[in-house]
């Protein structure tokens, strides 16, 4: 008796491997955008794999925390690398994501009936921006302590909540040892365990519901080239993944991620100093707007534009419903173009203009 | 006048035993998530700096309490002190020679050497402390 028919004559999985099977992805000029999600799974597994290594050496506590990066980086074979893939890999994956959502924003993917997969794809950017600013804190070098001075200040400005929600963030008034230890404990028990429910179900839904065409295409539907999931998709899909672990690897071996200097709680903020890319543009923004608008203070309407401008890219699939009738929404494309035009430009602007 | 069906009594028993229930387990936990208060003794002054330490033009953080402040000595020879913690998002300020001003790196906030804003997003002053000259020391403490 085959060992596969012993298993098979247990456990009835024969007709998941039939669901697999018989599943077809459309082809058109659209098909490369159904590529990026499986790009960020790949570097999310990445990171996975590499953060579990750094935890064999990492000690969270404002004492150690600095000098065990420095030990990984220079003593532990092989340790500057990990690193760096870690790091590189963090980068890359919020750039995926950031391009795996504006391009099914743009192709409205979200539409009638995906409305629960772009809202848990939305939870899990947000989760993603989660690691990465709790993961920044880690090494406990300046950049990082200030930056997560600036950043846990900014909940301080939620009405009513803000101050307890600061206090719960940083496990105390100031951001010190305590906050270094509860970061590290959103960064690799908390996050990790709601990521893993919402991909679960983000990647339920598509497995069940399939890939969304986009509507022009969506009458001719059934007349388009179909290529089989597994293995042809698949197998493009890791073809896919074999160069993003080359491009990784060579980012982190020609441009290994620095370590900086040790946090000092009394030391002033440094000239240029400046958050991950990626938060860029709110720290522009904060930088832009002046300090009080009317009678309310400038930051308080950074903070409610930027939470009423989540709320609203949250709730897109239920708000644009031209495209839930199956009618090009363009509202809602000029809308996004905006959006993506205000990041690119206030992130230049944030690397450009000198303070 | 209706009477309490069997049914909606159990339902409201089930009901208000399973929400003590979650409230025995989720108050602790609550509870846990915030961080005690630590006592601290109420400092309201310190010695920042020795005489002589300053360059003049010139400025340095010092602890005061838990919480970081800047001593400046200006051209004139006086000194000016004023918690570093910039009132925009908290950032430690740093004395810049060069413009004459107290500046933070974070989003490019201007004080004065009184401690006002001139520009920038900060949204108040600085607090200014007390200078004295105590022997060979510099006493900075809290206005009254």
């Known amino acids: ?355 | 006048m209706s009477i309490l069906s069997r049914r909606k009594f159990l339902n409201f028993s089930l009901i208000s035993s399973l929400g003590s229930l979650a409230a025995v387990i989720f108050y602790p936990i609550i509870r846990f998530l915030m961080p005690p208060k630590t006592p601290q003794a109420a400092q309201t002054e310190v010695v920042a700096a020795k005489v002589g330490e300053l360059q003049l033009d010139s400025g340095k953080i010092f602890k005061f309490g838990n919480e970081p402040g800047i001593l400046i000595l200006q051209e004139d020879g006086t000194y000016k002190a004023f918690t570093a913690i910039c009132t925009h998002l908290g950032c430690i300020v740093q004395y810049r020679a060069d413009l004459n001003i107290i500046w933070c790196g974070c989003h490019n906030g201007k004080y004065d050497l009184f401690g006002k804003v001139i520009s920038g997003p900060p949204p108040l002053p600085l607090t200014e402390y007390n200078v004295t000259v105590i022997n060979d020391n510099i006493v900075v403490s809290k206005k009254a």
């Open chain 1, 1 to 355: 008796m085959k060992l596969s028919d012993w298993f098979f004559d247990r456990y009835a999985v024969q007709s998941w491997i039939d669901f697999f099977r018989k599943k077809y992805v459309p082809v058109h000029k659209h098909s490369i955008w159904y590529y990026t999600g499986g790009f960020c799974l790949f570097l999310f597994m990445v990171q996975v794999v590499t953060g579990i290594l750094l935890l064999l050496y990492y000690r969270p506590t404002a004492e150690a925390a600095f000098e065990s990066v420095q030990f990984i980086m220079t003593k532990v074979r092989f340790g500057w690398l990990i690193r760096s893939i870690h790091s590189w890999s963090a980068n890359l994956l919020i750039g995926a994501l950031f391009i795996h959502m504006f391009a099914k924003f743009f192709l409205k993917s979200y539409r009638k009936p995906r409305e629960l997969t772009w809202v848990s794809g939305m939870l899990l950017f947000l989760i993603f921006l989660g690691f990465g600013f709790s993961g920044y804190l880690l090494p406990w070098n300046e950049l990082a302590y200030t930056a997560t001075k600036v950043g846990t200040e900014m909940t301080n400005l939620v009405p009513f909540v803000g101050k307890y929600l600061l206090v719960f963030l940083r496990g105390g008034e100031q951001v010190s040892g305590a906050t270094l230890t509860r970061f590290f404990g959103f960064h690799v028990a908390v996050l990790p365990i709601i990521v893993t429910v919402i991909l679960a179900f983000h990647l339920l839904v598509i497995q069940i519901q399939g890939m969304s065409v986009p509507i022009k295409l969506e009458e001719h539907k059934s007349k388009l080239k179909q290529l089989p999931f597994f293995p042809d998709f698949m197998l493009h899909d890791m073809l896919g993944w074999l160069v993003a672990f080359g491009v990784l690897a060579a980012l982190a071996a020609l441009f290994p991620w620095e370590l900086g200097t040790k946090a000092d709680p009394f030391i002033p903020t440094p000239i240029g100093i400046h958050p991950e890319w990626y938060f860029v543009f709110t720290y522009q923004t904060l930088k832009l707007v002046p300090s009080r608008i009317f009678f309310i203070e400038g930051e308080v309407l950074v903070v409610f534009g930027l939470a009423v401008g989540i709320i609203f890219w949250l709730l897109v699939p239920f708000l644009d419903r031209k495209s839930n009738q199956g009618i090009p929404a363009k509202f809602f494309t000029i809308v996004g173009i905006i959006i993506v035009i205000y990041i690119i430009v206030t992130t230049i602007m944030g690397y450009v203009i000198p303070a």
